[in-house]
């Protein structure tokens, strides 16, 4: 058998799993919906134009921040949390504190997103300790300091 044909079959699977999706991603990207919703395949690049729009560059350009702080900030906190679990923790309790960070993996993200969002709400606990202190909390849930928080605590 030949070498080349040893590929086939990663070349199918690479084919229908990831070229397919994209070109009918394309093609729908292409297409305008109708009134119910549908696709109405008559091609042209108004969506296109459209993304580049201020408001959707606005949007994007955002995103593209709170992705670089998340990446950013991940590696600020993630890397020395590693490398002294790796290298400074004794081996007797490296376990344990191993487990204490993968523990809340073991929850469905959409409950501990809903968690933050009990913290961080006007009515939350947050605000709740800053009312018994005397002060009053910030409002960080719907803004990008909370958005920030979340992927960070997501990642």
């Given at each position: ?15 229908l ?25 008559e091609?042209?690049?108004?969506n296109?134009?459209?993304a ?5 560059v ?17 590696l ?40 933050w ?39």
């Amino acid at each position: 058998m030949k070498p080349r044909a040893l590929l086939l079959p990663a070349a199918i699977a690479l084919g229908l799993l990831f070229v397919l999706p994209q070109v009918l991603m394309l093609e729908a990207s292409l297409g305008r919906r109708s009134v119910y919703g549908g696709v109405i395949h008559e091609w042209s690049a108004a969506n296109y134009r459209r993304a580049a729009e201020p408001l959707y560059v606005g949007i994007l350009g955002r995103s593209v921040v709170l992705a670089a702080a998340t990446t950013v900030m991940c590696l600020a906190l993630g890397y020395p949390m590693a490398y002294w679990l790796a290298r400074r923790v004794p081996p007797r309790r490296r376990s344990l504190l191993l487990v204490l960070v993968i523990l809340p993996f073991w929850t469905s993200f959409l409950v501990r997103m809903y968690a933050w969002m009990f913290i961080l709400r006007s009515e939350g606990i947050l605000s709740a300790a800053f009312a018994a202190l005397g002060g009053r909390a910030p409002d960080i849930l719907y803004t990008d300091a909370g958005v920030l928080l979340g992927q960070v605590y997501g990642e």
